[in-house]
């Protein structure tokens, strides 16, 4: 894990859970608002727990009303979490791996109601995706593998 990394997994563990999410939560209410990810009804109501397993990181957040909200840091277990790496949910939000690839890989873990995960795996499968996500997510992508490498050549 790079140093840098390490400060913001450090940075994120100290901050509170809706703190956490704002970043997350304001993303995808701008894309609900642009028509690009319209959540389906079987989410409302239900509250999520997204995992960035390389960095450390826990991000809660709710469905209610079909729009996206922090989460209640009360300590209530989510219906649903996903569990990947960076360069997994970049694959994914930009069209280049599907759920049950990133699945089958074991790269994603979903746990929790069974019924609910099925509805996000269709709804994130289904999801349209601007040509500049798409291209925003592989530069990313190429990045984090570009950064990856310098690492281990300093590593040897």
Same mark, same amino acid.
């Given at each position: 894990?790079?140093?840098?990394?390490?400060?913001?997994?450090?940075?994120?563990?100290?901050?509170?859970?809706?703190?956490?999410?704002?970043?997350?939560?304001?993303?995808?209410?701008?894309? #609900?608002?642009? %028509?690009?990810?319209?959540?389906? *009804? =079987?989410? $409302? @109501?239900? /509250?999520?727990? &997204? !995992?960035?397993?390389?960095?450390?990181?826990?991000?809660?957040? #709710?469905?209610? %009303?079909?729009?996206?909200?922090? *989460? =209640?840091? $009360? @300590?209530? /277990?989510?219906? &649903? !979490?996903?569990?990947?790496?960076?360069?997994?949910?970049?694959?994914?939000?930009? %069209?280049?791996?599907?759920?049950?690839?990133?699945?089958?890989?074991?790269?994603?873990?979903?746990?929790?109601?069974?019924?609910?995960?099925?509805?996000?795996?269709?709804?994130?499968?289904?999801?349209?995706?601007?040509?500049?996500?798409?291209?925003?997510?592989?530069?990313?992508?190429?990045?984090?593998?570009?950064?990856?490498?310098?690492?281990?050549?300093?590593?040897?």
């Amino acid at each position: 894990m790079s140093a840098l990394h390490k400060l913001m997994a450090g940075m994120h563990r100290r901050m509170p859970a809706r703190a956490r999410a704002l970043p997350l939560v304001a993303a995808l209410e701008l894309a #609900r608002r642009a %028509g690009w990810l319209e959540p389906p *009804a =079987a989410l $409302d @109501g239900h /509250a999520f727990l &997204l !995992t960035v397993q390389d960095l450390g990181l826990e991000v809660p957040f #709710r469905c209610d %009303g079909g729009r996206f909200h922090t *989460a =209640a840091a $009360d @300590g209530a /277990a989510p219906a &649903l !979490t996903l569990r990947a790496c960076t360069v997994d949910y970049l694959r994914l939000l930009g %069209g280049e791996a599907d759920t049950d690839t990133l699945f089958f890989q074991r790269k994603l873990v979903i746990s929790g109601d069974t019924a609910l995960g099925l509805e996000v795996k269709y709804w994130l499968d289904a999801a349209p995706r601007p040509e500049w996500v798409s291209r925003a997510a592989a530069r990313l992508v190429a990045l984090q593998g570009a950064m990856a490498g310098r690492q281990e050549a300093t590593a040897r």
